[in-house]
């Protein structure tokens, strides 16, 4: 704990890492602060029944993913799903369309062309969600909530453009947290957001299981402690790899290699997708809803009452069969084994008992995909462990936080936030932290 307490008064003797979590925060802060603020025209006491509508289903899970604001009628009510969508919309085109898989490779000039094009096509979706949030105002809030008069094109029109730049606004303070900040912009908005549901959803089990004499306080002692081991199993699906060793050889005068002493190991993980697979599975299955509610038929009303039950069991089979299959795109797009192998052959590098080259990419893809479907089945039960949870008795709210979507981007989020600090105090301050636990002077 004293090791603990010391490495981290060391992140404030770094200047450029202290600024960069400063800057974090403050942003971070902006976006909750543009959570609490409701859509001019709108009286921000009479939103009791939109609340209502985001207690349970998917409704809770809009509600969390925007921190709030989905149900507070914000500004930034739709928070940065339009951008999530948005990419995965360029990144399921990237297969099937050669501009944008040239763009893939052409490095950091394509990545910037490839944001503008997702920028793009963020403001597109933005302006049909929009429509559809204030329509949904429209049905579920009284008419005397609407200070500009109920279902004017007045509100309509300003709701809508407000809503558009509340999206891109937080696009931007995600982009800017990634370039200035600390961590992966998008991932933390969204992970600041699930945090602020976590302590009014631990109250209302509080509240159920004590006040009420549900089960006791020994009972929500043991769910906690659930929790917390959920938790760890979280942390090992994300920290899990399979090391692969390798052996370099040293060039000779006449050009050739030969074999030194030198062995090194490729770290490949069990979930190198991480949380992206769960985040674009969410996303796809808010839409077969809202497509059924579009229609009033007997069969469209009962697709819709599926798939808004995020505890029903076929919802629970389509998300889960959505994260694998997601799990393996996003490994196979950002894990590029021609181009390890390639690298390895430049560098003199080999595994032992492979041949340098096309068989070394063929092995490294099939130990991948041997190495992922496990993770993305774990990935997928964590995913689907909350509708487990309350079948056991468990307050939706409470439940919500056993695993899914909450549980997964918290911890990968937390993770990814924090090697990126543990790198700049082994880089920059703190060699420590691992073995000697001894400081050394700042790199330049």
């Not at 609407?146 to 891109?168: K, M, Q, W, Y």
């Not at 982009?175 to 908005?189: M, V």
């Not at 059924?292 to 029903?312: H, P, R, V, W």
Request: hydrophobic share 50%; with cysteine.
């Amino acid at each position: 704990m004293k090791k603990f307490f010391e490495s981290f008064l060391n992140v404030w003797k770094i200047e450029e890492l202290k600024n960069r979590i400063l800057v974090t925060l403050g942003l971070l802060l902006v976006y909750r602060f543009g959570a609490h603020v409701t859509l001019p025209g709108i009286d921000a006491t009479q939103l009791h029944s939109l609340a209502g509508q985001t207690d349970k289903g998917l409704g809770s899970i809009l509600d969390m993913f925007t921190g709030g604001a989905f149900s507070k009628a914000s500004v930034f009510a739709l928070g940065i799903m339009p951008y999530i969508s948005a990419s995965i919309v360029v990144q399921l085109m990237g297969i099937a369309i050669p501009y944008l898989q040239k763009l893939q490779k052409d490095g950091e000039s394509g990545r910037k062309k490839l944001n503008q094009i997702t920028r793009w096509l963020t403001i597109a979706i933005t302006l049909v969600q929009g429509p559809g949030y204030i329509y949904n105002l429209f049905r579920t809030l009284p008419q005397s909530a609407f200070l500009l008069g109920f279902d004017s094109f007045a509100f309509l029109f300003s709701s809508v453009l407000i809503l558009t730049t509340g999206t891109i606004f937080a696009m931007w303070l995600g982009e800017k947290i990634t370039d200035k900040g600390i961590g992966n912009g998008i991932s933390l908005l969204i992970m600041v957001g699930i945090l602020a549901r976590l302590p009014q959803a631990l109250l209302q089990e509080f509240t159920s299981k004590v006040t009420n004499n549900n089960g006791g306080p020994m009972l929500l002692v043991l769910e906690i402690i659930v929790w917390l081991l959920v938790i760890i199993a979280c942390v090992l699906l994300v920290m899990a790899v399979r090391k692969i060793p390798v052996q370099y050889a040293r060039r000779t005068v006449s050009g050739e290699f030969e074999q030194d002493g030198n062995r090194q190991w490729i770290p490949l993980k069990l979930n190198s997708a991480g949380v992206m697979p769960i985040i674009f599975a969410q996303a796809i299955m808010f839409i077969p809803a809202a497509l059924a509610n579009l229609s009033k038929s007997e069969t469209s009303q009962s697709i819709a009452s599926t798939f808004s039950n995020m505890f029903g069991l076929w919802y629970c089979v389509v998300f889960a069969s959505l994260i694998v299959i997601f799990t393996f795109f996003y490994t196979a797009i950002t894990v590029p084994t021609n181009k390890m192998a390639d690298d390895l052959k430049r560098s003199g590098g080999f595994i032992p008992g492979v041949k340098p080259g096309v068989e070394t990419a063929d092995f490294l893809d099939r130990i991948m995909s041997l190495i992922t479907f496990p993770g993305a089945l774990f990935l997928a039960l964590i995913a689907v462990f909350p509708a487990i949870i309350v079948g056991l008795g468990v307050q939706q709210s409470w439940a919500m936080f056993y695993g899914g979507t909450s549980l997964i981007i918290m911890v990968g989020v937390a993770i990814d936030t924090i090697q990126q600090i543990n790198s700049y105090l082994l880089n920059r301050h703190y060699d420590g932290l691992m073995k000697s636990g001894k400081n050394r002077k700042a790199v330049a």
